[in-house]
């Protein structure tokens, strides 16, 4: 079954203490791989997609890697305007994405 | 600037009541859909419309039926609305979900049906 596993589930950071999120995933024939930032209270926003192992793709603070088996969402002396859930999503086909359930990224002043 | 635009952030219903929730976007996209978002389950889509009067149903397509009369609007219908229906309810467009996987969501609508 395709799925789609974020970890950790929450991380806490202290401003300017650089880490990465995780997101495996298990699906046939991978059509890309996209990472999303949701602020409280809204909808997501689109931050990336990424199509093929060793593929990089950069923001700001942060960077998103992608291998054969997982992503990783890697976050630089992060701010913390930073702070926000952040998703991993796959199409498992042509119009459906199966989202991950998030990591919540708070980062302390 | 694109925008999603949902017609009610938060509303309070009745067991039993029929609930619309409606959704535009102004950005002349083929795709619109309808997320649910619970906590530790993530975004689980309800369906999607990739045409006008087109709809196929998504992973949890029960108890919700769903409305594409004009481009522009996608509407999710709870024709008996239920306890368990209580969520966050997100609707998105896009234009090739399949290339790109950018979906442009909007803010949500917070559903309490007591």
């Known amino acids: 079954e395709d799925q789609v596993t974020q970890s950790p589930e929450a991380l806490r950071l202290q401003e300017g203490e650089s880490s990465s999120l995780n997101c495996s995933y298990t699906?046939?024939?991978?059509?890309?791989l996209f990472w999303y930032r949701q602020d409280p209270g809204k909808g997501p926003e689109f931050l990336f997609t990424l199509y093929s192992a060793g593929e990089e793709k950069e923001k700001e603070r942060l960077k998103a890697t992608l291998t054969k088996k997982e992503s990783f969402l890697h976050i630089t002396a992060p701010k913390p305007e930073d702070s926000a859930t952040y998703l991993c999503?796959?199409?498992?086909?042509?119009?459906?994405?199966?989202f991950g359930s998030g990591t919540r990224l708070s980062i302390r002043p | 600037d694109v925008k999603v635009t949902q017609s009610s952030r938060y509303l309070v219903k009745r067991t039993g009541e029929k609930v619309f929730l409606e959704c535009v976007q102004d950005m002349d996209h083929e795709n619109m859909f309808w997320y649910r978002q619970d906590p530790g389950l993530g975004l689980r889509l309800i369906y999607f419309?990739?045409?006008?009067?087109?709809?196929e149903k998504g992973d949890i397509p029960e108890g919700y039926s769903v409305s594409r009369e004009k481009k522009e609007r996608f509407s999710l219908i709870l024709e008996s609305a239920s306890t368990n229906q209580t969520s966050m309810y997100l609707c998105?467009?896009?234009?090739?979900?399949?290339?790109?996987?950018?979906?442009?969501f909007g803010e949500g609508s917070r559903l309490t049906v007591l």
């Open positions: 699906v046939s024939g991978l059509r890309g």
């Open positions: 999503a796959v199409p498992r086909s042509a119009s459906k994405i199966i």
């Open positions: 419309s990739y045409d006008v009067k087109m709809k």
């Open positions: 998105a467009s896009s234009k090739q979900v399949a290339n790109t996987g950018e979906l442009f």
